[in-house]
């Protein structure tokens, strides 16, 4: 019953490495997402997906790659990290109707010195 | 402007207290809508969804208003446990999911 699961839960990097984010549900939901929260901020869209092989973006997309290549996970991809992209992200996944509530991994905390 | 927008807050209120949030979208296509809480930037959960009838669950009340493009919660009875950042989140029949900003909530003895 693990429901979303995040790995890692913790990272820092230098600025200039790159990282990949793992997000995996085992509900067998349509749809995927990622989200970054800074400091005092609510969740912003990084990029979606609203199905296996489909990824669109959201609010704030720029220095940020991911794919869905299997329809249980959605990677988000760091290419060259900055100090810009500390922040908590958050995967969550939800089925297909408009109806469904997100259900949300415990969160990864990133940062980039 | 933000797709969703809602109350800056902070909302700081004693126990017992009644309190309302609010929340503004500006897609029209949204089609569904929640309230969620968050504790200390612990992942959000679940708080209520948000019918167009509108629709309660114990102390908590949301309404929809489609023609106003707005949505609230309203809180009875506040409780400390009730302390927390109260988001709104909006889906699109296109699957975008987008929060607000959230509202913070202090209930003080």
């Known amino acids: 019953n693990a429901g979303v699961t995040q790995t890692p839960k913790f990272r820092v990097l230098k600025t200039g490495q790159s990282m990949t984010l793992l997000c995996a549900q085992d509900?067998?939901?349509?749809?995927m997402y990622w989200y970054r929260q800074d400091p005092g901020m609510g969740l912003r869209l990084i990029h979606y997906?609203?199905?296996?092989?489909?990824?669109a973006k959201g609010e704030v997309p720029d220095g940020y790659n991911v794919s869905r290549l299997k329809k249980q996970n959605f990677l988000l991809g760091l290419e060259s990290a900055a100090p810009s992209q500390t922040s908590v992200y958050f995967c969550?996944?939800?089925?297909?109707?408009?109806?469904?509530?997100?259900?949300f991994g415990n969160g990864t905390r990133l940062t980039v010195t | 402007r933000k797709e969703v927008e809602q109350d800056p807050g902070p909302f700081n209120v004693p126990e017992g207290a009644t309190v309302a949030f609010n929340c503004t979208y500006s897609?029209?296509?949204?089609?569904?809508f929640f309230w969620y809480r968050q504790d200390c930037r612990k992942e959000p959960k679940l708080l209520m969804s948000?019918?167009?009838s509108g629709n309660e669950d114990g102390r908590f009340t949301a309404q929809l208003n489609r023609a106003s493009q707005y949505i609230s919660l309203l809180i009875r009875d506040s409780k400390l446990s009730d302390s927390a950042t109260y988001l709104c989140?909006?889906?699109?029949?296109?699957?975008?999911?987008?929060f607000g900003d959230g509202t913070t909530l202090t209930v003080k003895p």
């Open positions: 948000v019918y167009s």
């Open positions: 509900m067998n939901h349509e749809y």
């Open positions: 997906s609203v199905g296996e092989g489909t990824t």
């Open positions: 969550a996944s939800r089925s297909g109707t408009v109806y469904s509530p997100l259900h």
């Open positions: 989140v909006v889906n699109t029949n296109a699957g975008k999911s987008t």
């Open positions: 897609n029209s296509a949204s089609q569904s």
